[in-house]
Protein backbone atom coordinates (compact mmCIF):
# COMPACT_ATOMS: atom_id res chain seq x y z
CA UNK A 1 0.00 0.00 0.00
CA UNK A 2 1.73 3.53 -1.12
CA UNK A 3 1.82 6.14 1.57
CA UNK A 4 2.31 9.49 1.77
CA UNK A 5 3.65 12.34 4.13
CA UNK A 6 1.58 14.59 5.63
CA UNK A 7 1.91 16.82 8.77
CA UNK A 8 0.88 16.42 12.07
CA UNK A 9 -0.31 19.38 14.64
CA UNK A 10 2.32 19.61 15.83
CA UNK A 11 4.58 20.03 13.11
CA UNK A 12 5.81 16.66 12.74
CA UNK A 13 6.41 14.50 9.69
CA UNK A 14 3.43 11.84 9.35
CA UNK A 15 3.78 8.84 6.95
CA UNK A 16 0.47 7.01 6.79
CA UNK A 17 0.25 3.76 6.22
CA UNK A 18 -1.57 0.66 7.49
CA UNK A 19 1.38 0.27 10.30
CA UNK A 20 0.41 3.73 11.43
CA UNK A 21 -3.19 3.53 10.96
CA UNK A 22 -3.11 0.57 14.03
CA UNK A 23 -0.48 3.16 15.66
CA UNK A 24 -2.79 5.78 16.29
CA UNK A 25 -5.68 3.29 16.73
CA UNK A 26 -3.40 1.55 19.94
CA UNK A 27 -2.36 5.11 21.09
CA UNK A 28 -6.22 6.09 20.91
CA UNK A 29 -7.76 2.65 22.81
CA UNK A 30 -4.97 3.03 25.90
CA UNK A 31 -5.29 6.75 26.60
CA UNK A 32 -9.08 5.91 26.76
CA UNK A 33 -8.63 3.44 28.76
CA UNK A 34 -5.92 5.44 31.17
CA UNK A 35 -8.82 7.97 31.13
CA UNK A 36 -11.25 5.16 31.96
CA UNK A 37 -9.12 4.46 34.85
CA UNK A 38 -8.58 7.41 35.94
CA UNK A 39 -11.72 8.40 36.23
CA UNK A 40 -12.70 5.14 37.96
CA UNK A 41 -9.93 5.57 40.94
CA UNK A 42 -11.32 9.48 41.44
CA UNK A 43 -14.98 7.80 41.58
CA UNK A 44 -14.17 5.39 44.09
CA UNK A 45 -11.85 7.65 46.02
CA UNK A 46 -15.20 10.28 46.30
CA UNK A 47 -17.27 7.85 47.41
CA UNK A 48 -15.40 6.18 50.09
CA UNK A 49 -14.76 9.47 51.23
CA UNK A 50 -18.59 10.10 51.81
CA UNK A 51 -19.05 6.61 52.81
CA UNK A 52 -17.57 8.01 55.92
CA UNK A 53 -19.27 8.50 59.33
CA UNK A 54 -18.01 12.44 59.79
CA UNK A 55 -18.37 14.39 63.01
CA UNK A 56 -17.81 17.52 64.12
CA UNK A 57 -15.03 17.99 66.85
CA UNK A 58 -12.98 20.67 67.83
CA UNK A 59 -9.26 21.24 68.26
CA UNK A 60 -7.67 21.38 71.48
CA UNK A 61 -4.23 21.75 72.35
CA UNK A 62 -2.22 18.79 72.39
CA UNK A 63 1.10 20.18 74.44
CA UNK A 64 3.21 19.60 71.79
CA UNK A 65 4.56 20.52 68.17
CA UNK A 66 3.70 16.90 66.52
CA UNK A 67 0.82 15.15 68.16
CA UNK A 68 -3.05 16.36 67.66
CA UNK A 69 -6.10 16.49 70.18
CA UNK A 70 -9.72 16.52 68.70
CA UNK A 71 -12.41 16.52 71.10
CA UNK A 72 -16.03 15.45 70.07
CA UNK A 73 -18.78 15.06 72.62
CA UNK A 74 -17.77 12.76 75.57
CA UNK A 75 -14.55 11.30 73.77
CA UNK A 76 -11.16 12.82 73.32
CA UNK A 77 -9.11 11.71 70.46
CA UNK A 78 -4.98 11.94 70.16
CA UNK A 79 -4.13 11.79 66.53
CA UNK A 80 -0.31 12.02 65.01
CA UNK A 81 0.78 12.04 61.42
CA UNK A 82 1.36 9.36 58.75
CA UNK A 83 4.44 9.39 58.55
CA UNK A 84 5.05 11.18 62.17
CA UNK A 85 6.95 14.27 61.90
CA UNK A 86 8.46 16.63 64.29
CA UNK A 87 6.10 19.29 63.67
CA UNK A 88 2.14 18.91 62.66
CA UNK A 89 1.83 18.72 58.99
CA UNK A 90 -2.35 20.67 59.29
CA UNK A 91 -3.22 23.27 61.42
CA UNK A 92 -5.11 22.48 64.19
CA UNK A 93 -5.64 26.18 65.89
CA UNK A 94 -7.35 25.22 69.52
CA UNK A 95 -11.02 26.07 69.78
CA UNK A 96 -11.91 25.34 66.00
CA UNK A 97 -14.27 23.31 64.63
CA UNK A 98 -13.20 20.18 62.54
CA UNK A 99 -14.69 17.49 60.68
CA UNK A 100 -13.04 13.81 60.83
CA UNK A 101 -13.87 10.15 60.87
CA UNK A 102 -12.43 7.31 62.35
CA UNK A 103 -11.95 3.92 61.38
CA UNK A 104 -10.26 1.96 63.68
CA UNK A 105 -6.92 3.19 64.31
CA UNK A 106 -7.30 5.30 61.37
CA UNK A 107 -8.19 9.04 61.09
CA UNK A 108 -9.65 11.19 58.40
CA UNK A 109 -9.80 14.67 58.82
CA UNK A 110 -10.78 17.36 56.63
CA UNK A 111 -8.72 20.56 56.48
CA UNK A 112 -10.52 24.24 55.46
CA UNK A 113 -10.35 23.53 51.56
CA UNK A 114 -11.92 20.62 52.40
CA UNK A 115 -9.37 18.18 51.62
CA UNK A 116 -9.41 14.98 53.42
CA UNK A 117 -5.67 14.26 55.66
CA UNK A 118 -4.93 10.70 57.03
CA UNK A 119 -3.82 10.16 60.32
CA UNK A 120 -3.09 7.46 62.95
CA UNK A 121 -5.12 7.11 66.23
CA UNK A 122 -2.90 6.69 69.46
CA UNK A 123 -5.70 6.67 71.87
CA UNK A 124 -8.77 7.96 73.13
CA UNK A 125 -10.17 9.07 76.74
CA UNK A 126 -13.49 8.44 77.77
CA UNK A 127 -14.42 11.94 78.92
CA UNK A 128 -17.43 10.95 81.33
CA UNK A 129 -17.37 11.44 84.79
CA UNK A 130 -18.93 8.98 87.29
CA UNK A 131 -18.17 10.08 90.48
CA UNK A 132 -20.87 13.25 90.27
CA UNK A 133 -22.54 14.71 93.46
CA UNK A 134 -21.60 16.15 96.86
CA UNK A 135 -18.79 14.75 98.94
CA UNK A 136 -15.77 16.72 96.99
CA UNK A 137 -13.01 19.00 97.89
CA UNK A 138 -10.44 20.93 96.97
CA UNK A 139 -6.86 19.33 96.62
CA UNK A 140 -5.68 21.39 94.74
CA UNK A 141 -6.45 25.38 92.94
CA UNK A 142 -4.54 26.97 89.93
CA UNK A 143 -2.94 30.54 91.34
CA UNK A 144 -5.24 31.72 87.97
CA UNK A 145 -8.32 30.24 89.41
CA UNK A 146 -8.94 28.50 85.86
CA UNK A 147 -7.94 24.62 86.59
CA UNK A 148 -8.65 22.74 89.77
CA UNK A 149 -7.93 19.20 91.32
CA UNK A 150 -10.02 17.17 93.54
CA UNK A 151 -9.82 14.78 96.36
CA UNK A 152 -10.14 12.16 93.57
CA UNK A 153 -7.47 13.29 91.55
CA UNK A 154 -10.01 14.39 88.81
CA UNK A 155 -8.51 17.73 87.15
CA UNK A 156 -11.15 20.17 85.76
CA UNK A 157 -10.80 23.68 84.03
CA UNK A 158 -12.87 26.50 84.90
CA UNK A 159 -15.29 28.34 82.49
CA UNK A 160 -12.87 31.36 82.46
CA UNK A 161 -16.41 33.76 82.62
CA UNK A 162 -15.89 32.26 86.66
CA UNK A 163 -12.06 33.40 87.42
CA UNK A 164 -13.19 36.68 88.89
CA UNK A 165 -14.46 34.48 92.12
CA UNK A 166 -12.85 31.04 91.22
CA UNK A 167 -9.81 32.71 91.65
CA UNK A 168 -10.42 33.05 95.69
CA UNK A 169 -10.96 29.42 95.90
CA UNK A 170 -9.04 27.62 98.15
CA UNK A 171 -7.82 23.75 99.17
CA UNK A 172 -9.94 21.73 101.24
CA UNK A 173 -13.31 23.90 100.60
CA UNK A 174 -16.25 21.77 99.78
CA UNK A 175 -17.68 20.84 96.19
CA UNK A 176 -20.37 19.37 94.19
CA UNK A 177 -19.99 17.93 90.50
CA UNK A 178 -23.31 17.69 88.36
CA UNK A 179 -23.94 17.68 84.87
CA UNK A 180 -24.68 20.59 82.65
CA UNK A 181 -25.71 21.51 79.54
CA UNK A 182 -23.24 22.00 77.08
CA UNK A 183 -21.77 25.14 77.26
CA UNK A 184 -18.51 26.37 75.26
CA UNK A 185 -17.99 22.77 75.78
CA UNK A 186 -17.78 23.20 79.37
CA UNK A 187 -20.64 20.19 80.24
CA UNK A 188 -20.55 20.16 84.03
CA UNK A 189 -20.40 22.59 86.99
CA UNK A 190 -18.58 22.67 89.94
CA UNK A 191 -20.23 23.90 93.15
CA UNK A 192 -18.09 25.17 96.09
CA UNK A 193 -20.45 24.39 98.54
CA UNK A 194 -18.82 26.56 101.41
CA UNK A 195 -19.17 29.71 99.41
CA UNK A 196 -22.08 29.37 97.78
CA UNK A 197 -20.65 29.58 93.87
CA UNK A 198 -20.89 27.88 90.91
CA UNK A 199 -18.31 27.80 87.89
CA UNK A 200 -18.78 25.49 84.30
CA UNK A 201 -16.46 23.33 84.20
CA UNK A 202 -14.63 20.65 81.70
CA UNK A 203 -13.48 17.27 82.69
CA UNK A 204 -9.97 16.94 81.25
CA UNK A 205 -8.18 13.11 82.14
CA UNK A 206 -4.89 13.07 81.38
Known amino acids: MATSPTNSPHGLTVVKGRGTHWAVLTTRLLLGGL ?12 GLAADRKWQTGVWRDSGDTRTYVIVAGTVRFHLEDIPPADTRALEAPAG ?3 KFAVEGSRAFVLDRRNVEHEMRVLRTVD ?3 TATGSGHFIKA ?11 DNSVW ?25 SEQNFNYEIDNIDRDEGALARYTPP
Do not use: C, H, K
Request: glycine residues 4%.
Open 35 to 46: MAATLLMTVRTT
Open 96 to 98: ASV
Open 127 to 129: LNY
Open 141 to 151: MAADGLRVTLD
Open 157 to 181: DLDPRSQFFTIEWQALEGISVRRSD
